[in-house]
């Protein structure tokens, strides 16, 4: 396991009962009282601190028992560093599904032109497609 980033180091040193585990580390929970570590953390791949009580506390209230904000869970910087890509993803697939997601905005675009209403389920699928392109712009 490599050594936390600062941003994790400076999370663990505020936790009770710090300790490597499978996939980041565990400690007590500052919430509740918490015998045996039951709040797991660790790095996301984009550099966010990641946090998870198994006793069911909000991560909110983790935070601000140790005199943070969710905020201070994120770089200081404010910028994610970029995931990789998902295992069997080709640039090429990535292509082919935004220009899918393209022809749907054409197609609700047109309509507004024409002065169509947009249904509600069609401005639903227009915001799904928005998030799609942007998520394949981040991922590309």
Known sequence: MSPPSPLLHRF?????SVKPSAHGFSARCPVHDDRSPSL???EGEDGRVLLHCFAGCPPQEV?????????DLFPENGQLRR?????????TALHAAVEI????????????VKGKSISPT???RERL????????????
């Not at 935070?63 to 905020?71: E, I």
């Not at 997601?101 to 507004?112: G, H, K, N, S, T």
């Open 101 to 112: 997601e393209q022809q749907v905005l054409f197609i609700v675009a047109y309509d507004r």
């Open 129 to 140: 497609a928005k998030q799609r392109i942007e998520l394949a712009r981040r991922a590309g």
């Open 40 to 42: 797991s953390i660790k």
């Open 122 to 124: 069609d401005a639903a």
């Open 83 to 91: 995931p990789p890509p998902a295992p069997g993803v080709t640039r």
């Open 12 to 16: 663990l040193q505020r936790l009770e």
């Open 63 to 71: 935070v601000a028992v140790l005199g943070l904000t969710m905020a």
